[in-house]
Every structure is written in structure tokens, then in C-alpha cells.
């Protein structure tokens, strides 16, 4: 079974959920919240495609297949009456000779164009994360004392943890004084003597901008 719809893409919002499961026979049930897509092996990545979306990727990339003189279909790419790519998603743009897109880049803009040329960027991955920034702490609204955020992210394998407490004008969140600021600030001097340079806390601060400003 796979995530698919905006989830997949990454998308900020999530208005349409969808998942793909792998079954004997295919069959699509549409609740309010939820579509799921049961696919037999055979047409499997072809379900995924649909299901992933956006509609103006797959509006574009059907163009772009019929300009080639195929047809993309919900069950697969055919040329006339003959089954060419389904079984993944890969077999299906290598069809159409396009790069891979992942699901994050299929929201109908040069994707394709870039996939052609096979210049599409790089996303960032998780493993390209070697820190975390803006979080609170104890001091305003958060929940965990500075050396403790800091501890957690280290034990996760991070180089940097950027702390970012409300400031004062914040007065509903407990923001901080300039006072505690410069509190806050020798606490994780302490703490980055105390790392050595393997690790580091980042000095931060959620200022507001004032109307007076």
C-alpha cells in the first residue's frame, strides 16, 4: 500500500488523501475524506501515477503523450490498443524518454519540459537536514529547558540546534525581556564550551514587528 494524492506531493494542504493497495482485481471506493485504489500488480505504478496527481500534471503529461503518439490512460500508457508502461511509475516516464519526476515537482508548471531535457533539481532529502531552527523552549511557550532541546537534537545526529523564544511583545507567549535574552544567550555559551565544537546552539529570537515600526 502507498500514500499517494497531496500527501505525496508534499503539499501544504491536504484536500485529497488517497491510497493505492496492491489487490487481485481493480477497484476504486471514494469516501468523503479518503479514495482508495485497489490495482492488480500488472498496472500498478499506473494507479500510483493517477492517484498522485496534481490534475494539471497529468492533464499536461497526457498532452505531452499524445504528441508522441501514445495515450496515458489511469490503467497505463498504450500505443493503440497495446499495454507499453504500467507496472511503475519509472517504466511510464521512461516511456515517454522523460527523467523521473518525483511526486514533490508534479504540479503542472516545467516539470515536463525539465524532465525532457533531464535537468530537473535535486530535492532536498532528509539526510541533507544537519540542523534545527526556530524552536521555544521553557523561557516563552515551550515545553522543554534549553539544554534539554539541545540534548534531543544532538542524540538525532544534528550538527546545530537554533533556539527562537518569543520576545517580549509577545506578552501572551511569556516572551523575554532583553534581560532574559542575555540569560538565555550565557546558558548556551555554557552549553557550546561544554559540546566543544561538535555541536552547536544557534542564537535566535521570535521578534515581532511592531505597527509603531
Do not use: W
Request: net charge negative; with cysteine.
Amino acid at each position: 500500500m502507498e500514500i499517494a494524492g497531496d500527501f505525496r506531493r508534499g503539499c501544504e494542504l491536504v484536500a485529497d488523501l488517497a491510497l493505492v493497495a496492491l489487490g487481485k482485481r481493480r477497484t476504486e471506493i471514494e469516501q468523503s475524506t479518503l479514495r482508495l485504489v485497489v490495482t492488480d500488480n500488472k498496472h500498478f505504478g499506473a494507479s500510483l501515477l493517477e492517484a498522485t496527481g496534481s490534475a494539471a500534471h497529468l492533464e499536461q503529461l497526457r498532452s505531452y503523450a499524445a504528441e508522441r503518439g501514445v495515450a496515458l490512460k489511469s490503467d497505463g500508457l498504450y500505443r493503440g490498443r497495446k499495454l507499453i508502461a504500467s507496472a511503475t511509475e519509472e517504466e511510464i516516464y521512461e516511456a515517454l524518454d522523460l527523467q523521473l519526476i518525483e511526486p514533490e515537482l508534479r504540479e503542472g508548471r516545467d516539470e515536463i519540459e525539465r524532465a525532457a531535457r533531464r535537468q530537473l533539481p535535486t530535492l532536498v532529502r532528509d539526510e541533507d537536514l544537519h540542523g534545527i531552527l526556530h524552536s521555544h523552549t521553557t523561557a516563552s511557550d515551550g515545553t522543554e529547558t534549553l539544554e534539554a532541546m539541545a540534548e534531543a537534537t544532538r542524540k538525532r545526529g544534528f550538527e546545530y540546534y537554533g533556539v527562537a523564544d518569543h520576545s517580549q511583545s509577545a506578552h501572551y507567549a511569556g516572551g523575554l525581556t532583553l534581560q532574559e535574552i542575555a540569560e538565555q544567550h550565557r546558558e548556551a555559551d555554557r552549553l557550546n564550551n561544554k559540546y566543544g565544537g561538535k555541536f552547536r546552539i544557534l542564537k535566535g529570537i521570535e521578534a515581532d514587528i511592531l505597527a509603531s515600526r
